[in-house]
């Protein structure tokens, strides 16, 4: 799955989505006061005005199974009083940062799926960048049993949710920064309760194709990950809620670059064997450190750094070693990692912010792994994965992507092939 903005939905989506989206409502014909379900010319009409921002989130078959609506056009929204806001918040409401928040449904089918994580993190980025302020209005049910209970959680971004009105009505502030409290690491073994959390914030950070159950390394990943659930660390706010996830696997490496694993795929095999060995690790691979889209800018990758090299001193370990993805590579996928490797900044140090932030902290630079990540899959597979189509063969930039991705419709295959920086941190024994 995948988040988007939609403006305007086609005729096709519109037809598609209004059985979901009445049977998403459907409890509250007989749960609330006020009529929620529209008709489907009313629908109708809502998809294809413009004023309404649509954040989708969309199937592996591209089918719109969740829907936020915002606007700072109130007067699009015909059960309030565009007045009210306009008084309280003039500075925003001349600014265009004033938004209203239409409705909020995720289809029956995936109540329990990352789509509510993934819109509310589209959501939170959209007003954080506008510094805005968001009203919204929830029915006596929908506090009780649906939505309202996850109120803090839609709108993380925010300073916090205070109440509006009597008729609770409510109103999220992102003008300021909010503050935090100390975070906490904890890992997955402490906390099995947060799986689905991190499942969700994974989805929301990185490519759909970078998450397929078992990519180019024909391991069950995340049931490799799970069996040790120890070296899976959690970044927790000072109110508990996910905020980072630092995943890791033990390793046995004799410190020499020659006999490093190829690349992120081979890092997780070469894991996969060494568990089933029972040997006794003295290094530590990070295969991923992830902070949520609304956390980030804060210190806090660094802090999930330190939390595996700490995790290695424990176990004794020698180094940590990590198959970057360089964050900025993906604005220039046509350029060779050894390329891009190559570009510094006047004052001598690498271009790319997150390699430059690991050199700075310690990190020795050990190579480039040219084939890390391999993702191979059908033409339909992939238009899923991306949301969108690859009506020939030859060679795409995609969403994400370090690499193009490369398209054969003859052989029905596509195939992407993704290079990384290896790195490694000493660890003071």
Same mark, same amino acid.
Request: charge should be negative.
């Given at each position: 799955?995948?988040?988007?903005?939609?403006?305007?939905? &086609?005729?096709?989506?519109?037809?598609?989505?209004?059985?979901?989206?009445?049977?998403?409502?459907?409890?509250?014909?007989?749960?609330?006061?006020?009529?929620?379900?529209?008709?489907?010319?009313?629908?109708?009409?809502?998809?294809?005005?413009?004023?309404?921002?649509?954040?989708?989130?969309?199937?592996?078959?591209?089918?719109?199974?969740?829907?936020?609506?915002?606007?700072?056009?109130?007067?699009?929204?015909? #059960?309030? =009083?565009?007045?009210?806001?306009?008084?309280?918040?003039?500075?925003?409401?001349?600014?265009?940062?004033?938004?209203?928040?239409?409705?909020?449904?995720?289809?029956?089918?995936?109540?329990?799926?990352?789509?509510?994580?993934?819109?509310?993190?589209?959501? =939170?980025?959209?007003?954080?960048?506008?510094?805005?302020?968001?009203?919204?209005?929830? +029915?006596?049910?929908?506090?009780?049993?649906?939505?309202?209970?996850?109120?803090?959680?839609?709108? &993380?971004?925010?300073?916090?949710?205070?109440?509006?009105?009597?008729?609770?009505?409510?109103?999220?502030?992102?003008?300021?920064? /909010?503050?935090?409290?100390?975070?906490?690491? &904890?890992?997955?073994?402490?906390?099995?309760?947060?799986?689905?959390?991190?499942?969700?914030?994974?989805?929301?950070?990185? /490519?759909?194709?970078?998450?397929?159950?078992?990519?180019?390394?024909?391991?069950?990943?995340?049931? @490799?990950?799970?069996?040790?659930?120890?070296?899976?660390?959690?970044?927790?706010?000072?109110?508990?809620?996910? +905020?980072?996830?630092?995943?890791?696997?033990?390793?046995? #490496?004799?410190?020499?670059?020659?006999? @490093?694993?190829?690349?992120?795929?081979?890092?997780?095999?070469?894991?996969?064997?060494?568990?089933?060995?029972?040997?006794?690790?003295?290094?530590? +691979?990070?295969?991923?450190?992830?902070?949520?889209?609304?956390?980030?800018?804060?210190?806090?990758?660094?802090?999930?750094?330190?939390?595996?090299?700490?995790?290695?001193?424990?176990?004794?370990?020698?180094?940590?070693?990590?198959?970057?993805? /360089?964050?900025?590579?993906?604005?220039? /996928?046509?350029?060779?990692?050894?390329?891009?490797?190559?570009?510094?900044?006047?004052?001598?140090?690498?271009?790319?912010? #997150?390699?430059?932030?690991?050199?700075?902290?310690?990190?020795?630079?050990?190579?480039?792994?040219?084939?890390?990540?391999?993702?191979?899959?059908?033409?339909?597979? #992939?238009?899923?994965?991306?949301?969108?189509?690859?009506?020939?063969?030859?060679?795409?930039?995609?969403?994400?992507?370090?690499?193009?991705?490369?398209?054969?419709?003859?052989?029905?295959?596509?195939?992407?092939?993704?290079? =990384?920086?290896?790195?490694?941190?000493?660890?003071?024994?």
């Amino acid at each position: 799955m995948q988040s988007m903005m939609m403006p305007v939905l &086609s005729h096709e989506t519109i037809e598609d989505l209004y059985p979901r989206y009445a049977g998403a409502w459907e409890v509250l014909l007989v749960e609330a006061a006020a009529r929620h379900v529209l008709s489907l010319e009313e629908f109708r009409d809502e998809m294809r005005d413009g004023r309404l921002e649509k954040h989708v989130v969309v199937d592996d078959d591209g089918r719109v199974v969740a829907m936020t609506t915002l606007t700072t056009e109130l007067d699009a929204i015909p #059960w309030i =009083n565009p007045t009210f806001y306009r008084l309280r918040f003039p500075a925003e409401a001349a600014a265009g940062t004033l938004f209203y928040l239409g409705y909020t449904f995720v289809d029956v089918e995936h109540r329990r799926s990352a789509a509510l994580s993934l819109m509310a993190g589209a959501v =939170n980025r959209r007003l954080a960048k506008a510094h805005g302020v968001i009203g919204f209005d929830i +029915c006596g049910w929908g506090m009780a049993r649906g939505i309202g209970r996850r109120i803090e959680r839609m709108f &993380s971004g925010s300073v916090g949710v205070l109440p509006g009105d009597t008729q609770t009505y409510f109103v999220a502030d992102y003008r300021h920064s /909010p503050a935090e409290g100390p975070f906490v690491i &904890s890992s997955l073994a402490e906390r099995p309760d947060l799986v689905e959390d991190v499942r969700a914030l994974l989805a929301e950070q990185w /490519p759909a194709y970078t998450l397929t159950e078992t990519g180019g390394h024909d391991v069950d990943l995340e049931g @490799l990950l799970l069996s040790i659930p120890d070296h899976q660390l959690l970044l927790l706010d000072h109110e508990g809620a996910l +905020c980072g996830v630092g995943l890791s696997l033990p390793l046995a #490496w004799d410190g020499r670059t020659e006999s @490093l694993p190829a690349g992120w795929d081979d890092a997780i095999r070469s894991g996969h064997r060494f568990l089933a060995s029972g040997g006794e690790p003295d290094t530590l +691979c990070a295969l991923s450190v992830t902070v949520a889209a609304s956390r980030t800018g804060r210190g806090l990758a660094e802090q999930l750094m330190d939390a595996l090299k700490e995790s290695a001193a424990r176990f004794g370990g020698h180094s940590v070693i990590a198959p970057l993805r /360089p964050t900025q590579k993906r604005h220039y /996928p046509l350029i060779s990692m050894a390329d891009y490797v190559g570009w510094t900044r006047s004052d001598g140090q690498y271009l790319d912010p #997150w390699l430059r932030l690991h050199v700075r902290r310690g990190a020795e630079v050990l190579g480039i792994a040219h084939e890390s990540m391999v993702v191979t899959g059908t033409v339909a597979e #992939w238009e899923g994965w991306l949301g969108a189509p690859l009506p020939g063969s030859g060679e795409y930039v995609i969403e994400g992507g370090l690499s193009p991705l490369h398209v054969d419709h003859e052989a029905d295959i596509g195939r992407y092939v993704e290079a =990384n920086i290896w790195l490694r941190y000493p660890i003071t024994r």
